[in-house]
Structure formats: C-alpha cells, structure tokens
C-alpha cells in the first residue's frame, strides 16, 4: 500500500481548549514524504513544525511541538485521526497556539478528513517492525511504563487505574492496531478529567474553552458530570489508547509489534517514540512493496480509505448514554 495524502484542502473553525478563542484550521495536500507539518499562520513569518518525536517540547497537559516561541499544542487527536485513514503526509495551517478541541474526540476529525478524500501518492509506505522489547518506566513512579516488544500481530494493551475514582476505576483493553481498529473502537472516545482538575486549570487560567461538549468529566462525590452518559463502559481507557496512537503516529510509520502500557500518558507514549528512532538495533525498518503487500505485513496496513468501508463508525460514534 502507498502512502496518501489528503485530495483536496479542507477548512474548519474551532475553539481553543485552553485559550476558549476560535482556531481557524486549514488541511492542505502534500507531497510523499514530506510527513505532516504544522504552520503557525498567525506568526509572521510563518513557522513550519514538522510533527516528528524531536519536535515535542512539552506534555503536561497534551502533546505540543515545535519550541517555547512557536509551538502548536494538542496534536494527538489529529494524529489519530491521519493515522486512522493513513493519511501520512498533509500541511496543517493553524493561526493560533493549540488546535481546536472539536468534541474531545478523534470523530469530527475522521469526518473532515473523510469529506476530503484520501489520495494514494506514487510512493512505497514504511513500517517499523520491532526486533527486541523496548521500554520506558516513569522514574518518579516506577508503576508507570510503557514498553514495545516484538509480535506477528500488531497489537496494544493499555491498563489504567484510577483508585481515587470508582466511576472510572480499573480498566484494561488490547487491541489490535490498525487504522480500521482505530475507527472503529476508539474515534469516539472523548478527553476526559476530574472536576478537581478543572477547577485547578481554571485557577490558572486554563481550560477556558473547555466544557461538557468537548470532555467528560467526572466528580469524587457526583460522579459523572455529563447528562448525556459515556460513549462506551470503558470510554477512559479508549482515549488514553487514541492519546498513544496520536503520540506514536509522530514516527510517521506504523509500528509491527505489541505495545503494552500501564497507567501512562503523553510523556511517557512520546517518550517511546524517540526511543524508537535512537535504538536502531531493535527496530528494522521495512517498505512495503507490491510484492509483500500480501504479507502479514499488508494486514498491519489494514487503513480504510473512506468511512463508507467502516460499517461499525457511525453506529459507534453516536452512541451515548
Ligand atoms: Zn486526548
């Protein structure tokens, strides 16, 4: 399978997370192996990001590129959403400091790149197959880690474990990982936070644009905040995998192994995929031509290029309560 691009440039205008202004967005096409770039439009002169693991710069909140003069903030939900169609290479135009936050999901995303099209380019795709586990351990918290080891079926298994939090709790989930998957049974699931967390980002003057529409949030002594219910049992789990694919899609391949993470979070996924590309010794990195796209390799590369071939999106995404 080749690489694609976008067919046709699309717009939209959202709102900031955490500024609540309107971000106007442009998604242009782009030429193969040229990956995805951000452009700052509002800087002058404009500044190019391009979205790569060397670009991150920050991740308490969610994924940010580029440096502290120009960057571009909460990346991961359109990452996700251009690994989902494989779409690898677009030109992102964005006139403010953070994408817009649609509704915490990757589904209004998947819907634009959709009503733009996707375009095969007449270039080979890449993978990153993995040859020995690698992993990286929170030091501060040893219980937290995320590892990658070698496996004929791509797959991830993500556990968190909220303790504090009865309503979201335990909960684990494997998958495979693949762009279908990811449509599939993950798009829909929205950001989520404490109560608590919101009242300490609007203490700082954060999460201005935040509200019920864009995020779940959940209460210690209320519960669940937002009367129209959760997308799926274990929406919280979903997301925190839809976070780590928007994080690993900034290798710009798709990786062949079984990723494993436990109650991790934008450091540690982004943290991960610079390891992959410093430690060449347990990372092999193929092209799939014709001639192997029958291969096991071909089925890693299971990338839907429109909605229509995803019969489960629309049923799943509109699920509430
Ligand atoms: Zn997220």
Redesign the pocket.
């Known amino acids: 399978m080749n690489q694609r691009t976008v067919a046709r440039t699309i717009r939209h205008t959202g709102i900031g997370l955490h500024s609540g202004r309107p971000v106007h967005l442009e998604i242009h096409p782009a030429a193969a192996h040229s990956g995805i770039r951000f452009i700052r439009t509002d800087l002058s002169p404009h500044v190019e990001i391009v979205a790569h693991p060397h670009s991150v710069f920050d991740t308490a909140l969610?994924t940010r590129l580029g440096t502290e003069k120009a960057y571009v903030s909460t990346v991961?939900?359109l990452m996700a959403a251009l690994f989902g169609l494989g779409i690898d290479n677009a030109r992102v135009c964005v006139d403010a400091a953070e994408m817009p936050i649609v509704d915490?999901s990757a589904v209004p995303w998947l819907i634009l790149l959709d009503e733009a099209g996707v375009e095969e380019l007449e270039a080979a795709r890449s993978i990153r197959v993995i040859k020995k586990p690698l992993e990286v351990v929170d030091p501060r918290d040893p219980t937290r880690f995320i590892r990658v080891e070698p496996s004929k079926h791509p797959r991830i298994t993500y556990s968190i474990d909220f303790r504090n939090n009865a309503l979201i709790g335990s909960q684990s989930l494997t998958l495979s990982l693949t762009g279908r998957s990811f449509c599939e049974a993950l798009s829909h699931a929205r950001?989520f936070c404490t109560a608590e967390e919101v009242d300490f980002m609007r203490s700082r003057g954060l999460a201005r644009g935040g509200s019920l529409e864009n995020a779940i949030v959940v209460s210690r002594t209320e519960g669940l905040l937002n009367s129209s219910g959760l997308r799926a049992p274990d929406e919280f789990v979903r997301?925190k995998i839809?976070?780590c694919i928007?994080d690993l899609a900034l290798l710009g391949t798709p990786i062949s192994g079984h990723i494993i993470a436990h109650k991790a979070g934008h450091d540690l996924h982004t943290a991960l995929a610079k390891l992959l590309i410093e430690e060449s010794d347990a990372v092999e990195i193929r092209t799939v031509t014709a001639k192997n796209s029958r291969s096991s390799l071909a089925r890693l590369l299971d990338f839907p290029s429109s909605l229509s071939e995803v019969p489960d999106f629309s049923s799943l995404s509109l699920v509430t309560g």
Do not use: F
């Open positions: 969610a991961e939900h915490g950001t997301h839809l976070d928007g």
